[in-house]
């Protein structure tokens, strides 16, 4: 990487350039931010819909204004241009897992809401045998 390189002259000191130096900074960056995408999958995936309230935070936490998702599409201005649609890409699958996940716990929500509505109370229960 950095050196010394000897020749006839005398030597001469070689160091890469300042590119290849941003390029492997912006690598690490990338390989921490897809480790977190992927800490944040799992932390997602946890998420159960316990009531109304519950589903309310997880759309503020993860797709508010403010939110998580918000703040990961914010990384995409320190992503290298040639690796733009590639990680635009992993952004949007990443985003959409997210959407899918509310959605799941939005229809949960309402179908154990529906469920409860179908069982009358005022009826005699079955007898105990």
Known sequence: MFGIIFCKEGFEWHLPPLFTIIANLYLRSMEKLL???EQYKLEI???IAQSADAVETFR?????TKGLLKSVMGEMKNVP???KREFGQILNDFKLFVENKYTALKE???EGDHSSALIDLSLPGDPIL
């Open 45 to 47: 995936q946890t998420e």
């Open 81 to 83: 241009n040639e690796q």
């Open 60 to 64: 503020i936490k993860y797709l508010g």
């Open 108 to 110: 949960a929500l309402e």
């Open 35 to 37: 480790q977190q995408l």
